[in-house]
């Protein structure tokens, strides 16, 4: 759960038509299998500018988001995770109120420890 409050006297374009308060929830599932991992996770509630996961996420388009939907599936090796997310996300751009945007992603990700 995130909750954000701004002083909204300061404001640039990109902010100014943004709300003072927001709240997410969040949920996440993350299963394993052998060397097989498979996650789902939702965010409801409206965010702005957010920083997640320690501060690896940072959301820094000027878009409220209303609704997030995820996977995940992955495969560890020795020494190496490949790992197949997909992301689809509804949002507001605020700028210029641009209601209905939906953006979708998927990423590859391979990881190697030494």
Known sequence: MSFTTADL???NNF?????????TTGVKLHAHYHDYHFGVATYLGERIFA???????????????NESYMLLFGKNFSNLSVNLRYAKHKAKEIPIDHDNVTVENIALEISYQF
């Open 51 to 65: 920083v997640m996961d320690s501060g690896m996420k940072v959301q820094h388009h000027a878009m409220e988001f």
């Open 15 to 23: 902010s100014k038509k943004a709300n003072k308060k927001y709240l």
């Open 9 to 11: 006297s300061n404001c």
